[in-house]
C-alpha cells in the first residue's frame, strides 16, 4: 500500500491550524472575550474543512480534533467529537450535493451547525443551572457566542482554502 504525500501534507497542515486556533481559542481569545463569551473555533475549522474537502475526510478530522479539544479543555463528556464528526459528515454532504464549494456555502451551513450546538449548549445549562431562566441563557450564554463564531467565518475559511486547500490529496502524484 503507498502512502499518500498529498494526504499526510494536507493531514499535517489541519494539524497546524488546529493547534494554532485552540492556542488561539484557550488563551489569547480568554482575555479578549465580548459579552463574555469567546467563539468556537474549532467547529468552524471542521466545517471549513468539509466544504473545502469532502464529508469522510472532514469527518474522520472532526471527530479526532473535537475530542481532542474535549481533553485540552477538560470537559469531562467528550461530546465535541461525535457532534463534529455528524456536522462535518452532513455539512460536507450537503456541499457535495446542494452546493458549490465557496464561502458563501461554509457561511449557509454554518448558521445552522451553530444553531444546533446552541441548543445543545442550552440543554447543558438546563441540566447544570438550578435556577435556569431561558431568556437569560439566550442572551448572556448562546446568542453572543453565535454571532461571535459565525462573525469569524471569513477568517477560517480563508485560512484552510489558501493552506490545506491548495493540496488535493485524492490526486496521487
Known sequence: ????KNLVIKSVIYSFIFIFFIVLETNIL???????????????????AS??????????????????????????????????FFAAYIAGTVTRVYFTKSFFTMLV?????????GIINMFYLIAVWSDFNIGGALLI???PEFIYTVTLAP????TVKFTAGKFPYHVIS
Open 155 to 158: 477568517p477560517v475559511y480563508f
Open 51 to 84: 466544504v473545502a474537502e469532502n464529508e469522510r475526510y472532514a469527518s474522520v478530522l472532526g471527530l479526532i480534533l473535537g475530542f481532542i479539544t474535549d481533553s485540552s479543555v477538560g470537559s469531562p463528556f467528550f461530546f465535541s467529537g461525535v457532534y463534529y
Open 1 to 4: 500500500m503507498r502512502i499518500n
Open 30 to 48: 480568554n482575555g479578549f472575550k465580548i459579552f463574555g463569551v469567546k467563539p468556537n473555533l474549532i467547529i468552524l475549522l471542521v466545517i471549513a
Open 141 to 143: 450564554y448562546i446568542l
Open 109 to 117: 451551513i454554518t448558521l445552522p451547525v451553530c444553531a444546533a450546538r
